[in-house]
């Protein structure tokens, strides 16, 4: 079963870049089973697809997000990563990383989040 | 984008109740729709997928239906544990959406 965890800082400055890491453990990212998501949720509201990877490298973005973002693999520590930069405060949210199987799969296995605040 | 209208956003209801929150898809996306438990400073999850089928572990009270545009999670003898926030889920096209949510009280 696929486990995962997000790490990064928790607060991150106006206009600079957001960063976050999610560890994957269970299966290898390289394998192809899974396509790999960010998501977001801001305090009290709801849930955002930010954008997704597969191991081949092939990406999928919000295009509300796209401008700003980048969502690598790591595979040789398993993990992959979110780069949001020129954050503003409607950034801040709690990030989960998820997985899903492919088209028409759902977002099976879910990080527990990590909140991301954005503030000089 | 796909818009995904859900309601209600608030329900209360009794232990015991069957209770429905329903989700309307902006264009039609055949049975691309998935439902999503989240509890209270936990991630959200998985409880329907493919608009009907239950997720492995999760109780049989908890039932989907519908496709095209018109979806529904149905919760069968509302249990205290099911008091929750509620989601569902497109991924027919991109960019995935969600619906705003439906908060779930069991008293």
């Known amino acids: 079963q696929v486990q995962l965890q997000e790490s990064g800082p928790g607060l991150a400055k106006p206009s600079q870049t957001l960063s976050l890491t999610c560890t994957v453990s269970?299966?290898?990212?390289?394998?192809?089973?899974?396509?790999y998501n960010w998501i977001r949720q801001p305090a009290g509201k709801g849930l955002e697809w930010i954008g997704r990877?597969?191991?081949?490298?092939?990406?999928y973005y919000n295009p509300s997000l796209k401008s700003r973002l980048t969502i690598s693999l790591h595979t040789s520590t398993n993990q992959f990563s979110l780069k949001l930069s020129s954050v503003t405060a409607a950034d801040t949210a709690v990030y989960y990383c998820?997985?899903?199987?492919?088209?028409?799969?759902?977002?099976?296995?879910w990080g527990q989040g990590t909140l991301v605040t954005v503030s000089s | 984008d796909i818009q995904m209208t859900q309601s209600p956003f608030h329900l209360s209801a009794s232990v015991g109740d069957r209770v429905t929150i329903t989700c309307r898809a902006s264009?039609?996306?055949?049975?691309?729709v998935h439902w999503y438990q989240q509890k209270p400073g936990e991630a959200p999850k998985l409880l329907i997928y493919?608009?009907?089928n239950l997720q492995s572990g999760v109780p049989s009270r908890f039932s989907g239906s519908g496709s095209g545009t018109d979806f529904s999670l149905t919760i069968s003898n509302l249990q205290r544990e099911d008091s929750a926030s509620y989601y569902c889920?497109?991924?027919?096209?991109?960019?995935?959406?969600f619906g705003q949510g439906t908060k779930v009280e069991a008293k």
């Open positions: 264009q039609t996306i055949s049975n691309y």
């Open positions: 269970g299966g290898s990212i390289t394998s192809g089973n899974y396509y």
């Open positions: 889920q497109q991924n027919f096209d991109v960019p995935w959406t």
């Open positions: 990877i597969y191991f081949s490298g092939m990406t």
């Open positions: 493919g608009a009907s």
């Open positions: 998820a997985t899903d199987r492919g088209s028409g799969f759902p977002l099976d296995f």
